[in-house]
């Protein structure tokens, strides 16, 4: 019988042999280059820096649904990573590349569906969500709110009169004619967030209004402006959300 030996290679249909000019093209001791300027590796990092913002994000909103972090370390980790992420996509050519963030999740493969939530809206969850009272209405009742209101009599005055000057801060500045994104979604952002450290035991009418006007102005450029119809939506609706909440306290 024939001795049969299997080659040392795997036989191919056709052969290769390199060439010297494509051997002088590569050569695997020079390093590769993401970026060909400085302008452009600055891109990159600040690309780099909104994926790992994400994706800390969704971390965080895990974390804080297993009640593995306290109210008050979510809310500022929270509040940091939005304002970070609100940052780095203000800058107009890295706004251009990014293109939206369900662009960019697409492009680079990342599930987040909380942090993409949490990006829309704009605001930590135990901010855009119910009163602090409201929590304790339910647990512990209406005259257990009261005791409460009472015993931080203080700190719940403080409160009040910092979300009534937040109220006519962001009126007066639409009586102003102030109708740019950068201008009043911090304003507004002022107003729910002074408003959640009021102790009042329930929600006011109005309150839902605000929470979705950050979202609308959440989604807008930083540069864009709102209409006439909707400037006056707007003013109508904190107005009514203002006199629902002096009615709240009464």
């Known amino acids: 019988m024939y001795n049969l030996r299997q080659p040392s290679y795997a036989p191919t249909p056709y052969s290769y042999t390199p060439t010297s000019t494509l051997s002088a093209k590569i050569s695997l001791d020079e390093e590769v280059k993401l970026a060909t300027s400085s302008t452009e590796r600055e891109l990159y990092d600040s690309l780099a820096e909104i994926y790992s913002v994400i994706v800390t994000l969704e971390a965080l909103e895990k974390s804080f649904i297993k009640d593995s972090i306290t109210e008050s370390e979510y809310t500022e980790t929270c509040d940091r990573l939005l304002k970070q992420y609100n940052a780095i996509i203000s800058d107009e050519g890295v706004s251009k590349e990014f293109v939206d963030l369900g662009t960019f999740t697409l492009n680079w493969d990342i599930e987040c ?41 203080n700190t719940t005055g403080t409160a009040v009169a910092d979300a009534t000057e937040n109220f006519i801060t962001f009126l007066d500045a639409l009586k102003l004619n102030w109708l740019a994104k950068d201008s009043l979604h911090p304003l507004l952002a002022d107003i729910i967030k002074s408003i959640s450290k009021v102790n009042m035991g329930q929600d006011f009418e109005g309150r839902g209004k605000i929470v979705q006007w950050l979202i609308t102005l959440n989604q807008m450029k930083a540069t864009e402006e709102l209409n006439e119809e909707q400037a006056r939506e707007l003013t109508f609706d904190i107005e009514q959300a203002y006199l629902g909440f002096k009615a709240t306290l009464r």
């Open 113 to 153: 569906p909380r942090a993409s939530e949490r990006i829309r809206v704009g605001l930590p969850t135990t901010i855009s969500g119910s009163t602090q009272g409201n929590s304790n209405s339910q647990s512990h009742g209406q005259n257990q709110n009261n005791m409460n209101i009472h015993d931080n009599n």
